[in-house]
């Protein structure tokens, strides 16, 4: 029993310590195992890193290093190249030493000389070959003129430069752009490269505001294109305008000009330039006219209240220089087209002045026969000017009191507010525009500059000088042959002067004061204009004469009426006198003013009947027949005669001036005492004589009356001491 347990005991030490052995090992076990695992899992992936480098990378770096030798070997030749030439150039400046000396001629200088051609020329043709790859041109058929939808079809394709690696060992753009600079092609080039990029995107960029640039790029192209787009404006924006040119040279500096070349330059050995510093001296000149003239032209301001805005195209001009300059197209000076955008006041008032004087011209050619009725009551455009000199008008206003005390001399009976006022006539539409425009243009000048106020003041002179010499010989022909337009050529003058004798005072004190010293005044044209138009209306007025007077030379002297061919004939040409003067009333009626209206009428009134009684007055025989005949004659006139005085349209207000006849016709009594001669017996004429002091002695001199009496009656006693009594 006791050897059992001995035994026992031995066995559990055992059993335990192995136990405890085992769960110390376990964990160890597992460790390693899970580590297995993971170094397992480690080989894999090196081994699917290393297939994949000796697959990807080592095809990689083949392809690299074929191309890296390709590129080694095109340099090799380019700069083996790039020495011959240097080499031919020094051969080419030796022999042009050699060939300077007299008596010195080779066969080898010859050989050279034709060899060195024929090898430029093939050297030409090759670099002309890379040069069209670099840049190709898609633009229109020839036979299309240059306008907005054939300029759609123009493009660009810029070959896409090397990296940056190839550029190091020698990118072929400058290879042959270097050799185009040694062989002094490359401005030529440059040049017409220069005249495509204007012609075909530079310029329509500026003049069409539809067309917007875009690139399309592609594997080892870029194409330049436009695409159209719908405009805001008729005219784009300098802002606009200026955004699409620097995108557009953007893509080409990228693409294609930032590119150094080495060129020879006269007291330096050489220096290097990049080609878009070159185009630029190429294309600046012609591209900045076009801006110029094309843009910023179109962007004036046409008001001085918007001239604080163009302050805005003032920087986009600047930063659009400044970008230029960064992309090196432009060097460090200030160029005409900034020049020509900061000097805004300026080309404000020449392009004002310009404005003013073809809206004035426009207005001068339009018709004449368009007409507005005008008032005393009329206020023309008339702007509201503040007082002047607020100062000056209280010392008026204090000086114009009276004490108390003080006995006024001022008169009650006060003048009419229309005392200085047009008369009511009527002028041509187109006239009554332009004096708005010299008012609107005189206004304008209150707020401007001093240049501009005096550029825009002489301006309006020049618009009243131009209508001087314009209006009278572009209507010449229409104002010779039409009444009415003489006399609104007439009232057309005398409303402009009427207007110039107080513009310039309207405007004196807001002036600038070079031009309130005595200089802003219209007054020394208003005699001038006055001349104008009374000098056409009377030219009317004498056409109008004379057709009266040949008319009454058809009335065969009015003598014989017993003879009815004479009598008709006269009868007719009275008829015909009073039925131009009728025609000639209602084409001026409504026209003229009514005083100027009623003179005229009454002038050629008069002259139909002065000249009817020098006519009858010159007969040597009066039958009692012929003098009833004469009588009924001159009655028609006397009766008819004053109907053609109709200056209004309302025929009740006619018949006042038609009453006042013997006011504007001289002649009017003249002739109705010889109507009385007619009629009268011997005694009659005696007492209507009366010794020198009667009316009819106020008419006619005693000749006149005399010669009438011989006339009238056979030669007896009774005629005899009738023609005693007058003396």
Not at 178 to 186: H, M, N, S
Not at 571 to 600: E, F, M, S, T
């Amino acid at each position: 029993m006791s050897v059992s347990v001995t035994v026992i005991s031995p066995q559990g030490e055992v059993c335990t310590m192995i136990t405890k052995k085992y769960s110390e090992f376990l964990p160890g076990m597992q460790s390693a195992e899970e580590l297995v695992a993971r170094v397992d899992g480690l080989s894999r992936s090196v081994d699917l890193l290393r297939a994949g480098v000796e697959n990807e990378v080592q095809r990689d770096l083949n392809v690299a290093v074929a191309e890296f030798t390709e590129l080694k070997q095109q340099l090799e030749q380019d700069t083996l190249v790039l020495s011959i030439l240097k080499k031919l150039q020094e051969a080419r400046s030796s022999l042009k030493m050699l060939e300077s000396r007299k008596g010195f001629e080779l066969k080898i200088l010859k050989a050279l000389r034709t060899e060195l051609t024929v090898q430029t020329q093939n050297m030409l043709y090759h670099l002309g070959e890379e040069w069209q790859k670099l840049a190709v041109w898609k633009l229109p058929p020839s036979k299309e003129t240059i306008g907005p939808e054939s300029v759609m079809h123009s493009e660009l394709h810029l070959c896409t430069l090397p990296s940056k690696e190839e550029e190091i060992a020698g990118p072929p753009v400058a290879s042959v752009l270097q050799a185009f600079a040694v062989l002094g092609e490359l401005h030529t080039k440059l040049k017409t490269f220069g005249k495509l990029l204007l012609k075909y995107i530079l310029k329509p960029l500026i003049s069409y505001p539809f067309l917007q640039p875009f690139v399309e790029e592609q594997s080892d192209v870029v194409i330049l294109k436009f695409k159209s787009e719908k405009p805001d404006l008729d005219h784009s924006s300098p802002v606009e305008v200026f955004d699409k040119i620097k995108f557009i040279l953007e893509v080409l500096h990228k693409y294609l000009l930032n590119v150094p070349v080495e060129q020879c330059v006269e007291d330096k050995k050489e220096c290097r330039v990049t080609l878009a510093e070159l185009l630029g001296d190429v294309i600046w000149e012609e591209l900045s006219d076009c801006l110029i003239q094309n843009c910023l032209v179109n962007s004036i301001p046409t008001n001085s209240s918007k001239l604080e805005q163009y302050i805005e195209v003032i920087k986009s001009t600047e930063e659009f220089e400044k970008a230029l300059k960064k992309m090196q197209f432009l060097k460090g000076d200030t160029t005409d087209l900034l020049k020509y955008a900061r000097n805004v006041n300026s080309h404000f008032a020449n392009k004002k002045c310009q404005d003013v004087i073809v809206a004035a011209r426009n207005l001068m050619t339009s018709e004449i026969h368009n007409t507005v009725k005008i008032t005393p009551d009329s206020c023309v455009a008339l702007p509201k000017l503040p007082d002047p000199g607020s100062g000056d008008h209280v010392k008026m206003q204090k000086t114009s009191k009276l004490p108390n005390e003080m006995v006024s001399l001022e008169n009650d009976s006060k003048l009419s507010q229309y005392t200085f006022s047009l008369p009511t006539c009527r002028i041509s539409a187109s006239v009554e525009k332009l004096m708005e425009l010299a008012y609107q243009t005189l206004l304008e000048t209150t707020t401007s500059t001093d240049q501009c106020c005096i550029q825009l003041f002489y301006s309006v002179r020049n618009i009243f000088q131009l209508f001087y010499d314009v209006v009278p010989t572009y209507h010449k022909e229409n104002l010779q042959k039409l009444p009415q337009l003489a006399a609104i050529h007439h009232n057309n003058c005398m409303y402009i002067a009427h207007h110039l004798l107080t513009m310039g005072h309207q405007f004196r004190y807001r002036l600038t004061n070079i031009l309130c010293d005595g200089a802003a005044t219209f007054v020394d044209l208003v005699p001038g204009f006055r001349r104008l138009g009374m000098e056409c209306f009377l030219a009317q007025m004498r056409v109008q004469k004379g057709e009266i007077l040949e008319r009454l030379s058809s009335a065969r002297n009015f003598s014989n009426m017993d003879d009815e061919e004479n009598y008709s004939a006269a009868n007719k040409a009275i008829r015909q006198v009073l039925h131009q003067l009728k025609r000639l009333g209602k084409v001026w009626q409504d026209v003229l003013p009514v005083n100027v209206y009623c003179k005229a009428m009454g002038t050629l009134l008069n002259t139909a009947l002065s000249e009817i009684v020098t006519r009858i007055a010159a007969l040597e025989d009066i039958s009692a027949e012929d003098a009833d005949r004469l009588y009924s004659l001159c009655r028609i006139m006397v009766e008819e005669g004053p109907q053609v005085f109709t200056p209004l349209p309302e025929e009740d207000k006619n018949k006042k001036y038609q009453e006042e006849v013997p006011v504007y016709v001289q002649k009017w009594m003249t002739f109705k005492e010889l109507m009385i001669i007619l009629q009268a017996n011997l005694q009659e004429i005696v007492d209507q004589w009366a010794d020198g002091k009667g009316p009819l002695a106020a008419e006619f001199s005693p000749a006149e009356v005399k010669s009438l009496i011989r006339a009238l009656f056979q030669n007896t006693e009774r005629r005899a001491a009738a023609l005693a009594k007058i003396k």
